[in-house]
């Protein structure tokens, strides 16, 4: 019974977020401007992260903990320096 | 290495309604990101996954590391703060970049100062746009 929840939610859990990968990987494709792809790719990473951490509960390991670590702070790195190219047209001035 | 199965009911309840509860708001995010119209209403919609969803997923899986391993696993905390504080700070750079590449191309899609879209949140970006009728290039 509890393995069977665990287990129909967590799959469920899956499902969802892999739907919400797919809106933003949309908006990311077919972003009609920059920022409207920048915006996909943020929330593409954020839903990556959740991904992984259903991963992690999932197996019961925290190898996965680290990599949505790894993937949060990319994240943010990435989408700071876009949007100074956008703003300024270049990264390092 | 323990597996989630182990979990006894009373723990893996809850663990599944948060679940469900973060991954269901971090879907309605994004579908608010392919649904709203204009940029300015689109960069609002995946704060909900940034906020809510991830503080329901990283509460399930501290509840479950912390049964699994019979003592206290805080360190998805770090996650929760540092996506808290990184979120607004990224959004608004890009919100701001958006603005001027907006204004600098005379682009009508921009919040007005008088119009229901920009002048009901009182954003510090808002009375900047009064000069953009003087300032075209």
């Known amino acids: 019974m509890t393995a069977a929840l665990l287990t129909w939610s967590i799959l469920l859990a899956q499902c969802l977020l892999g739907l919400a990968m797919a809106c933003a990987t949309f908006r990311l494709l077919r972003g009609p401007r920059a920022q409207d792809r920048v915006l996909g790719l943020d929330t ?36 700071a320096a876009l949007a100074k190219f956008l703003m300024r047209g270049e990264v390092i001035e | 290495m323990t597996h989630a199965v182990d979990l006894p009911f009373w723990a893996a309840l809850p663990v599944a309604l948060l ?22 209403e689109r960069v609002h919609a995946p704060t909900l996954g940034t906020t809510l ?11 479950a590391f912390s049964v699994l391993q ?17 979120t607004p700070v990224a959004l608004m750079l890009l919100a701001r970049a958006a603005l001027y590449r907006d204004r600098h191309e005379g ?4 919040p007005q100062p008088g119009g229901c879209r920009g002048g009901r949140d009182g954003s510090p970006e808002t009375p ?10």
């Open chain 1, 44 to 79: 593409l990473y954020v839903n990556a992260m959740l991904l992984l951490l259903t991963f992690g509960i999932r197996t019961g390991s925290t190898l996965y903990f680290e990599a949505a670590l790894v993937i949060a702070l990319l994240g943010f790195v990435a989408t």
């Open chain 2, 19 to 40: 679940l469900l509860l973060g991954a269901g708001l971090a879907l309605t995010g994004s579908l608010g990101l392919l649904r709203l119209g204009s940029f300015y």
């Open chain 2, 53 to 63: 969803g991830i503080g329901c997923v990283l509460i399930a899986s501290m509840l």
């Open chain 2, 70 to 86: 019979t003592r206290p696993v805080l360190h998805e905390v770090l996650i929760g703060v540092f996506v808290t504080i990184t």
């Open chain 2, 107 to 110: 682009s009508g899609e921009m």
């Open chain 2, 128 to 137: 900047a746009v009064h000069g953009q009728d003087g300032s075209r290039r």
